[in-house]
Nanobody, 125 residues
Framework: QVQLVESGGDSVQAGGSLRLSCVASGYTYSGYRMGWFRQAPGKDREGVAALASTGATRYADSVKGRFTISKDNAKNTLYLQMNGLKPEDTAMYYC???????????????????WGQGTQVTVSS
C-alpha cells in the first residue's frame, strides 16, 4: 500500500523559510511523478511544484524563484524548500505521487493518484 506522510509545516513570519518533507512507504520514488499542492481555506487546491521521474520540474508562477522541489531516492523523501515566504503562501500543503515514468511535471491534481494528509504552513505579516 502506497502511503505519503508530509512534515515540516509550521508558523513563520513573512520572509522566513521552511522545508517540507514527504516520506513514501510502499514504493520507491524512482519512476514516479511527484508534486506539491496547497489549499487555502475557501480556495481550490493548486499545484505548487512538480517533479517528473526524469528530473524535469515545473513551478507555479506565484512561487518561481522562491520554492525548490527535490527528492532523495535513497531516503524515499520528497522535499519542498520554501524561501521568502509570504502571507499568501498560507495553506495546507500536500504531496502527491503517480507511477508514471516520463518527463511530464504536471501541476494538475488530476495527474496524480496518491496523496498525503497534508502539513499546515502559516505565514504571518
Amino acid at each position: 500500500q502506497v502511503q505519503l506522510v508530509e512534515s515540516g509545516g509550521d508558523s513563520v513570519q513573512a520572509g522566513g523559510s521552511l522545508r517540507l518533507s514527504c516520506v513514501a512507504s510502499g514504493y520507491t520514488y524512482s519512476g514516479y511523478r511527484m508534486g506539491w499542492f496547497r489549499q487555502a481555506p475557501g480556495k481550490d487546491r493548486e499545484g505548487v511544484a512538480a517533479l517528473a521521474s526524469t528530473g524535469a520540474t515545473r513551478y507555479a508562477d506565484s512561487v518561481k524563484g522562491r520554492f525548490t522541489i527535490s527528492k532523495d531516492n535513497a531516503k524515499n523523501t520528497l522535499y519542498l524548500q520554501m524561501n521568502g515566504l509570504k502571507p499568501e503562501d498560507t495553506a495546507m500543503y500536500y504531496c502527491a505521487a503517480k507511477n508514471q515514468d516520463d518527463d511530464v511535471a504536471s501541476l494538475s491534481q488530476y495527474w496524480y493518484s496518491h496523496w498525503g494528509q497534508g502539513t499546515q504552513v502559516t505565514v504571518s505579516s
